[in-house]
């Protein structure tokens, strides 16, 4: 059964880099069938989609966080990661990574969930 | 602003239906089968209920329904029970050249 488990400080300074990494667990994240997203959600808002990326390597983002998001995959470290420069305080969120493995055009499942606080 | 529209709230009684819309544009929730909805409890991950508008994956109780007309998705819970209580997200794609993902504003589900 996969899971999956965000990493990465919870404390960035405005105008840096957040970095965040989603380390998937009991199973390849190479299969051609699965995709991988990260989302967000800033304290007591929505879910806001950043990005997904696909075992072709294809990425997709949010068009308001293009300019400043990259989504890579590392599959030898079974791993994908989120970068998120220029960060403001609007950044502050909870941040999820999550993937498609069953259900089509839906994330099925999640991790966790790991705070991130922008902030000097 | 959410790119699709849902009610803050919505109420019921144990025992009773409610059913939370989400409505959408001819280029999301008007074209696509691919709405989804979540639950998502106070300090938790959102959960999938629901995929390709009225699919349940396994594990979800059939008290959990999708539908949807035009530009506008629906999830019905019937039976309400206290654990329903929570926020509920819909979501759909949205197509390649745009924003391929888009979220509902959520509504949040109490049970009386």
């Known amino acids: 059964q996969l899971q999956l488990q965000e990493s990465g400080p919870g404390l960035v300074k405005p105008s840096e880099t957040l970095s965040l990494t989603c380390t998937v667990s009991?199973?390849?994240?190479?299969?051609?069938?699965?995709?991988w997203g990260w989302i967000r959600q800033p304290p007591g808002k929505g879910l806001e989609w950043i990005g997904s990326?696909?075992?072709?390597?294809?990425?997709y983002y949010n068009p308001s966080l293009k300019s400043r998001v990259t989504i890579s995959v590392d599959t030898s470290k079974n791993q994908f990661s989120l970068k998120l420069s220029s960060v403001t305080a609007a950044d502050t969120a909870v941040y999820y990574c999550?993937?498609?493995?069953?259900?089509?055009?839906?994330?099925?499942?999640w991790g966790q969930g790991t705070m991130v606080t922008v902030s000097s | 602003q959410s790119a699709l529209t849902q009610p803050a709230s919505v109420s019921g009684s144990p025992g009773q239906s409610i059913t939370i819309s989400c409505t959408g544009t001819?280029?999301?929730?008007?074209?696509?089968?691919?709405v989804s909805w979540y639950q998502q409890h106070p300090g938790k991950a959102p959960k999938l209920m629901i995929y390709?508008?009225?699919k349940r994956p396994s594990g979800v109780s059939n008290r959990f329904s999708g539908s949807k007309s035009g530009n506008t998705a629906s999830l019905t819970i019937s039976g309400l029970q206290a654990e329903d209580e929570a926020d509920y997200y819909c979501?759909?794609?949205?197509?390649?050249?745009?924003?391929?993902?888009?979220f509902g504003g959520g509504t949040k589900l109490t049970v009386l």
């Open positions: 999550a993937g498609n493995i069953a259900a089509a055009g839906a994330f099925d499942i």
């Open positions: 009991g199973g390849s994240i190479s299969s051609s069938s699965y995709y």
């Open positions: 990326i696909y075992y072709s390597g294809s990425t």
């Open positions: 001819s280029s999301d929730v008007g074209s696509y089968n691919l």
């Open positions: 390709e508008g009225s």
């Open positions: 979501c759909s794609y949205a197509g390649s050249s745009t924003s391929r993902v888009v």
